[in-house]
């Protein structure tokens, strides 16, 4: 909300103005702190004039710091008005902006480069002071293997020419993330029926057991029954058994 009140104090000084008055508008709010989109501002009627004036050199400036970067800066250098040090830096913001929404991994040497920043030292420092601590990115130095990890970056303008291909990839990145929610859910899936067949397998292993632990109890508890309900059925004593075996071997001498 901030952002958006101070590009709203601008555009409302730049419809105003003419001439070298816009350019003292754009001059301005280039430097700005915390604003960060200047595409509103460039798309202002006033604003456009001056493309085709003395004060061309302004408005293709500000088309840089709208969606440009650092080198785009530099290649043009001669042409375009000297930068003081806020703007500079603000430049260098913006093309940090630029670089962490594009990769999540930035090695320091790269960021040299694309920054025109000679050393680490110098780097980390506007990293941390001017990236980090005004919530532009977030993100950490990795020291060890000399490179920024980024976890987010806030958004910057987009230029008209560039929506369809922004709808492209976006409408890429949502068929992607279907197909990878499909994979997920098919995995869930399997998962499921895979615990479920797993769980009936544990059950009928468990009735299984338990229908053997019955059987073995009713087993050791008929089998001493049954003894005694054989002798109860066949009575036998010992004199009953010494006259059979008399009577046996008196047969054997009977002709």
């Excluded at 901030?2 to 103005?17: G, H, N, R, V």
């Excluded at 375009?80 to 930035?106: D, M, N, W, Y």
């Excluded at 990878?180 to 009928?204: H, P, S, W, Y």
């Excluded at 338990?210 to 059925?233: F, H, N, T, V, Y």
């Amino acid at each position: 909300m901030e952002s958006e009140s101070k590009i709203e104090q601008y555009l409302s000084m730049a419809k105003s103005a003419s001439g070298s008055a816009v350019s003292e508008v754009i001059e301005r709010a280039l430097v700005e702190p915390g604003l960060f989109a200047f595409g509103e501002l460039l798309e202002l009627p006033s604003v456009r004039q001056l493309e085709t004036s003395d004060q061309s050199q302004w408005f293709e400036l500000l088309g840089i710091f709208a969606y440009g970067v650092w080198e785009d800066y530099t290649a043009r250098g001669e042409a375009l008005p000297q930068l003081s040090g806020r703007h500079q830096l603000k430049l260098r913001q913006l093309t940090v902006i630029s670089l962490a929404s594009e990769q999540k991994v930035l090695p320091y040497p790269e960021l040299m480069k694309k920054l025109g920043i000679p050393n680490v030292r110098q780097l980390e420092d506007m990293l941390i002071t001017e990236c980090f601590y005004m919530d532009i990115v977030k993100g950490k130095l990795d020291q060890k293997q000399s490179c920024l990890i980024v976890h987010d970056a806030i958004s910057r303008d987009v230029k008209k020419s560039s929506v369809n291909k922004l709808v492209t990839q976006l409408t890429g990145w949502l068929d992607h993330s279907e197909e990878l929610l499909g994979a997920v859910q098919q995995r869930i899936d399997f998962t499921q029926g895979a615990a479920q067949m797993e769980k009936a397998r544990k059950e009928l292993a468990n009735d299984k057991r338990e229908k053997k632990l019955q059987d073995m109890k009713d087993s050791e508890i008929r089998g001493p029954a049954l003894q005694e309900l054989d002798m109860i059925r066949n009575p036998l004593d010992i004199g009953d058994e010494e006259r059979l075996s008399r009577s046996k071997r008196e047969q054997d001498y009977i002709y």
